[in-house]
């Protein structure tokens, strides 16, 4: 129940509807109007069920996404509350059960490990689906594990079991993995909850992810899981996901592709933080200085209702949109040539998918991580000088970020990075194709249930 979650899973359901699956998406009824927009009509390949959200005094009736939180304080309320629906999933199972239609498996996001008692009950395999990196994931683990980062507050420090070239730092560390064992942090808490079951209770792990991106790092993280757990790669999962269309643009997207047509290819460094980060007026404003120092052409998403464009200061080569706007249809225009982005995995994957190098700036979960791996070990960007993920130090400012946009846009290190996210783009779409590493793991996955299912048939009837 956050767009960054439900996106990939919907490009999901795309890949199973055309192995000629049957496919049953659940959801909730306020989302469901942005799910319909963006799946084939429902079919008898394809359901689409509501679960009745629960209500809190705590939380606005209209809040079943975590886009629509009014505070970032109200996470945690938010995904307890989300449990809740354990009973209305119950039910669904018991009357598929009865009608003698129950799936094959269940694949279910990595925040509603809830699901796992219902999956058990009725002999169902559950997959987690993780809307994190392989490399993200695996390094967390250890983290979390190890803790190597104690102790190494100015220095750099290896992670157990990962490849002897990886060096964190401090910085680079989310901190609810500092705060894991707190127990004065509830959505600490309720990750552990959720992570804990899990990785003891799942069947396998379903990853938006490649194996020419990310190949190093599966057997590290897949030793953090129980004998015979597996990770599957098979992204990226925009590739095969819904075609282009207009169903789920944002009300500036006439102006923002008629802007684009009029600027020259590869002019053009497209901004945007994703629908979780919450910056301050004063960042925001420091952001509009900077892109205008630059000299560049811009395209910035802004989300705020509060912030105004600071006084004195004109768009001399920029454009402003508020809200959403397509974001892969910009990343794939011929005038955008970069992406300032806070390297949420999916922007990360539709980034290297159209072959743009990113100005990675982190902000919160686990995005320290992946900007890591986007310079450090695909070399598919350059990075804003920030501090630790999820800590208030202070605001970058307007001379740091020109310097970033003019080095990305027209520096050595910007066309390396530009070269190297190419090779990775046409690398992923190789493997999404027939015979690629993805579309083959996809359906040695879908294989391999159907032969778990026999086995169990079997022994429920012996």
């Not at 991580?369 to 999820?390: H, Y």
Request: charged fraction near 20%; glycine fraction near 10%; charge should be negative.
């Amino acid at each position: 129940m956050a767009k960054g979650h439900t996106i990939p899973l919907i490009d999901l359901t795309h890949s199973l509807l055309h192995l000629s699956l049957r496919v049953t998406f659940l959801t909730t009824p306020i989302n469901l109007p942005f799910i319909l927009r963006s799946l084939p009509p429902p079919s008898s390949a394809l359901q689409v069920i509501t679960l009745p959200f629960p209500t809190s005094p705590l939380l606005p009736p209209s809040c079943q996404s975590t886009d629509h939180l009014p505070s970032p304080d109200l996470f945690p309320t938010f995904f307890h509350l989300t449990k809740l629906l354990c009973r209305p999933f119950h039910d669904l199972l018991q009357n598929l059960s009865s009608s003698g239609d129950l799936p094959l498996c269940v694949v279910a996001d990595y925040f509603v490990g809830w699901t796992h008692d219902a999956c058990a009950e009725f002999n169902l395999p559950r997959l987690v689906f993780h809307g994190m990196s392989a490399f993200s994931l695996a390094v967390s683990d250890a983290l979390c594990v190890h803790k190597p980062y104690e102790g190494c507050a100015d220095s750099a420090f290896a992670v157990p079991g990962a490849p002897e070239s990886l060096r964190l730092t401090r910085d680079d560390v989310p901190r609810i993995l500092v705060e894991w064992d707190s127990e004065d942090d509830p959505f600490a808490q309720f990750l552990k909850e959720v992570g804990a079951r899990d990785y003891e209770c799942c069947w396998g792990v379903v990853v938006n992810s490649f194996v020419a991106l990310e190949g190093d790092y599966v057997a590290f993280g897949e030793s953090f899981y129980k004998a015979g757990q597996k990770a599957w790669l098979v992204g990226p999962l925009l590739l095969c996901g819904q075609p282009d269309n207009d169903s789920n643009s944002g009300p500036d997207e006439a102006r923002v592709s008629e802007w684009l047509d009029g600027k020259p290819n590869g002019s053009v460094i497209y901004v945007s933080f994703g629908t979780q980060t919450h910056l301050s007026d004063g960042q925001l404003d420091e952001i509009a200085h900077g892109l205008e120092m630059s000299g560049c052409d811009f395209l910035w998403t802004v989300r705020s209702a509060t912030w105004a464009q600071p006084d004195g200061l004109e768009w001399g080569k920029g454009y402003v949109a508020r809200g959403w706007v397509n974001q892969r249809r910009v990343l794939n225009h011929p005038a955008t040539g970069g992406f300032m982005t806070h390297c949420g995995w999916n922007s990360v994957l539709e980034s290297l998918s159209a072959g743009q190098p990113m100005l990675a700036w982190p902000m919160i979960g686990e995005q320290q991580l992946n900007a890591k791996f986007v310079v450090d070990e695909a070399r598919a960007g350059l990075r804003i000088p920030t501090g630790p993920a999820d800590v208030d130090v202070g605001i970058v400012g307007r001379a740091v970020i020109a310097e970033g946009v003019e080095e990305l846009m027209g520096g050595e290190r910007g066309k390396r990075a530009r070269e190297r996210a190419r090779e990775l783009g046409e690398a992923g779409k190789r493997a999404v194709q027939p015979g690629g590493t993805s579309y083959t793991c996809l359906t040695e996955l879908i294989d391999e249930l159907r032969r778990d299912s026999g086995r169990i048939s079997e022994a429920a009837e012996t």
